[in-house]
């Protein structure tokens, strides 16, 4: 275990991979990983699938198998992403016991296609949760207008839930008032609260991807001058915001019924400029009691030159809501850039899924 990697466990910071493939689980990959860069957790996406169903053979037996029984290509693509998730959680299960359910996590997304419609989102997640069916799983919601429902409900039966794709702080908010309600209904329900987890997924490096492109547009001195400080500042006033709820009187009567807090997690961490430091949303984001969770590169950015230097977070809300009000004046409109990057957000998910249909359909004519 690297010397970096173990002090950044230690400031509570649980580290997960952004990324999984039937290679990595069948070469013992993942559990390397967990036992010499202090994994705790892994996250999936369509693009990540996408790559790892185009290279090599892990996959060439389940392919063969699917076409010979003729599953369509939507049962087909469950099917494959289920296989892995549930090996994936199988490898994590001891750090899921020895953290007492907190880590050894694995997330998979639900259909984005289904981004904007609540049913069927809450559908597709009972549906992840059955076929996956491991107790250290995450399916993951968008935070969309109409996921937040699917949230509350998904939460209220019991299913641990990974929000992804929050942006702005008031949805972040948003999203935490969901989880309450989901918890709150869950209870009302006689389910046992201590078993269900839920993290929220703020995603960093996009905010600083648009953000800088308008404050190139500017020009002047002053907005040049901020360009790479959005990103944290943003994060570090939406680890504010959770302490907010931790302290409410309504988190304390859950909190003393058995429940766990919804965990920020930092998405979106590999840097995306390459005048920034490869390992800065993860050296800015240092706090007790959240994930991140890294592509591969940015973690072995991390274990080779990381600096870790204690709470990066807590001491610097000022700082924070300096930067916010500077990005005002300088004429930065902060709902734009949110709602724009959630249409965003949702239209590459969307575009990552139609690819990873199109690999799967590729790969079973192959077969």
């Known amino acids: 275990m690297t010397e970096i990697l173990k002090r950044l466990s230690e400031q509570g910071v649980s580290i997960w991979l952004d990324d999984i493939s039937r290679e990595r689980l069948r070469t013992g990959n993942l559990e390397a990983l967990i036992r010499e860069k202090s994994i705790v957790g892994v996250t999936s996406n369509p693009t990540i699938f996408a790559s790892a169903l185009s290279k090599g053979d892990a996959y060439d037996t389940q392919l063969h198998d699917l076409k010979v029984r003729g599953v369509d290509l939507e049962e087909s693509v469950r099917a494959i992403t289920t296989y892995d998730i549930r090996w ?16 050894g996590r694995v ?5 984005p296609r289904l981004a904007r419609e609540t049913d069927k989102t809450i559908a597709e997640a009972r549906a992840l949760w059955w076929m996956v069916d ?17 949230i509350a409900q998904a ?29 709150e209904r869950a209870k009302a329900n006689g389910l046992d609260l201590s078993g269900i987890e839920s993290v929220a997924s703020f995603f960093v490096s996009r905010v600083d991807g ?17 360009r790479g400080k959005a ?5 570090r006033l939406a680890f504010a915001a959770f302490e907010d709820v931790m302290n409410s009187a309504r988190w304390q009567a859950l909190a003393a019924a058995g429940a766990r807090p919804q965990r920020p997690l930092w998405a979106s961490t590999g840097t995306k400029n390459p005048e920034y430091p490869d390992t800065l949303y993860v050296d800015e984001l240092v706090a007790p009691g959240t994930v991140n969770t890294m592509p591969e590169k940015t973690l072995n950015a991390v274990a ?11 001491p ?10 500077a990005l005002k004046e300088i004429g930065i409109d902060y709902d734009d850039v949110v709602r724009f990057l959630e249409e965003d957000g949702v239209a590459k998910f969307e575009t990552s899924w139609t690819e990873l249909l199109s690999t799967i359909a590729a790969e079973l004519k192959k077969a």
């Open 134 to 150: 491991r107790p250290n799983l995450f399916i993951k919601i968008p935070a969309t207008v109409e996921g937040l429902p699917a």
């Open 231 to 235: 990103a944290v500042a943003n994060a």
């Open 155 to 183: 939460i209220s039966e019991g299913i641990s839930v990974n929000v992804t794709l929050i942006f702005s702080l008031e949805r972040y908010r948003a999203v935490m008032e969901a989880w309450l309600t989901g918890l």
């Open 107 to 111: 997330s998979i997304e639900v259909d």
């Open 210 to 226: 648009e953000i800088d492109k308008r404050l190139d547009k500017i020009g002047t001195p002053e907005a040049l001058a901020l």
């Open 304 to 314: 080779d030159h990381g600096r870790i230097s204690g709470d990066t977070v807590r």
């Open 88 to 103: 994936a959680a199988d490898v994590l299960k001891p750090v899921y016991d020895a953290t007492r359910g907190v880590d």
């Open 316 to 325: 610097f809300y000022e700082q924070a809501w300096n930067t916010m009000a």
